[in-house]
């Protein structure tokens, strides 16, 4: 079975910082997807960020990013000028077939 | 603008009674999932279906049952609240390929007293 760990329950960093959020998994397939989930005070959950295993380019958007190292399965996120909107959990998940499977979220505080 | 909604927000109930939790998507999606969210432990897999009369275990699915009658609704029974199924609980779509975005409802905070 497939498992997802976010070894960093809590983090904070200084509004306009630059913070990265740690994700690894345990998989043996070879062709997957990763994602990054948004989750604020609202509970909504927001994709915030999508990278296919196959492809070697980290994926970016706007002011997120991805350092994706397929061989040592570890995809973590990194969010650049960071806002007091991005305090939120957020939740690393891994995709082979049709579901999706989730590590156990971070935690960030953008502190003003 | 395709959506999924999930009813009631929030409820309190005592052990013992059954409870449905509703989900309903307009997306026209054929997977619908439903997860719960425990404190440090992400959001785990109760049951999930990949179309009309599709219904299948996920991680934790003892004291939960699914039906899926239409391609719309993937409504998640509690048979007997226990205590332990306190958590907040999400219900997700997804188009059928692999890799798409899946959008989930504003969950319901359940309560079992």
């Known amino acids: 079975a497939q498992t997802v760990t976010q070894s960093q329950p809590e983090m904070s960093v200084q509004e306009a910082e630059t913070v990265t959020l740690s994700c690894t998994y345990d998989t043996s397939e070879n062709n997957y997807y990763l994602f990054w989930y948004k989750q604020p005070p609202s509970r909504q959950m927001i994709l915030v960020i999508r990278?296919?295993?196959?492809?070697?380019q980290n994926a970016t958007e706007n002011r997120f990013s991805v350092n994706f190292q397929k061989a040592a399965k570890s995809f973590s996120l990194k969010i650049s000028d960071s806002q007091l909107g991005d305090t939120a959990m957020y939740f690393c998940?891994?995709?082979?077939?049709?579901?999706?499977?989730f590590g156990g979220g971070t935690r960030l505080m953008v502190k003003p | 603008d395709a959506e999924i909604t999930q009813s009631p927000r929030h409820k309190i109930t005592e052990t013992g009674r059954q409870v449905t939790l509703a989900c309903h998507q307009t997306w026209n999606h054929n997977n619908m999932f439903w997860y719960r969210q425990d404190l440090g432990h992400g959001l785990r897999l109760i049951h999930y279906?990949?179309?009309?009369?599709?219904?299948n275990k996920g991680e934790v699915s003892d004291g939960y049952s699914v039906s899926r009658s239409n391609t719309e609704d993937l409504p998640l029974t509690l048979e007997s609240a226990a205590s332990s199924q306190t958590s907040v609980y999400f219900c997700?779509?997804?188009?059928?390929?692999?890799?798409?975005?899946?959008?989930f409802g504003q969950g319901t905070r359940l309560t079992v007293v």
């Open positions: 998940a891994y995709n082979a077939g049709n579901m999706l499977t």
């Open positions: 997700a779509s997804s188009a059928g390929t692999t890799g798409t975005e899946a959008f």
């Open positions: 279906s990949y179309g009309v009369q599709d219904t």
């Open positions: 990278q296919e295993a196959y492809k070697q």
